[in-house]
């Protein structure tokens, strides 16, 4: 009877972590499927994380809370999908470095060339977790936050406004020249 009671144990502890291991694959394959064009699993593979988990996960501790994308995540799967969560996600900022996740993810990196996207939930030079859980992060030793995009400022404003006027005032005596030739 203790015997059976053992095996049935064990039996449901396999059963958990086959189920969680079983899990991540899943939550992974409906990332790629939703972001084709990322390259950041293979990044977070090749970076000192060691596996692509590491977009969500603190590799090599998989239990704990994870990086603030699996946060977000996790608390959108009480209520959806997988598939669900990620569009869900998509117009979030999850790691609050001022980006969308989804314009993260597939931002195109000037920094590597062929790479694509940032992650969602690190920011920073060192790919640091602003919403650190109990495991070990690893740093990803890239650029996590994606550089501003940038912007004319006002003074650029008035000199490209101003070097437009003058085009257009040059152009015109050009013309009226031309037009009084012909009348002559
Ligand atoms: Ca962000």
């Known amino acids: 009877m203790r015997f059976t009671s053992q095996v049935l144990v064990c ?6 972590f086959c189920s969680q291991a079983n899990a991540f694959p899943q939550y992974l394959s409906a990332f790629q499927a939703k972001y084709p064009t ?7 593979a090749a970076s000192p994380i060691g596996e692509n988990c590491g977009v969500c996960h603190h590799s090599p501790v998989k239990s704990d809370l994870g990086n603030c994308y699996r946060v977000d995540i996790i608390t959108a799967l009480a209520t959806m999908t997988i598939e669900q969560a990620l569009d869900a996600l ?9 980006v969308p996740n989804g314009m993260e993810i597939t931002a195109v990196r000037s920094d590597l060339p062929g790479e694509v996207g940032y992650s969602p ?17 690893l740093p990803t030793g890239q650029l996590e936050t994606p550089p501003p995009i940038p912007t004319m400022s006002t003074w650029g404003l008035a000199v490209l406004t101003l070097l437009i006027m003058v085009s257009a005032t040059i152009l015109m005596q050009v013309r009226l020249r031309k037009a009084v030739v012909v009348v002559r």
């Open 11 to 16: 039996a449901l502890v396999a059963g958990y």
């Open 38 to 44: 990322s390259t950041l699993p293979s990044r977070m």
């Open 90 to 98: 998509d117009g979030q900022d999850s790691d609050g470095d001022g």
């Open 121 to 137: 939930g690190r920011v920073g030079p060192t790919g640091t977790d602003p919403c650190l859980g109990a495991g070990t992060p």
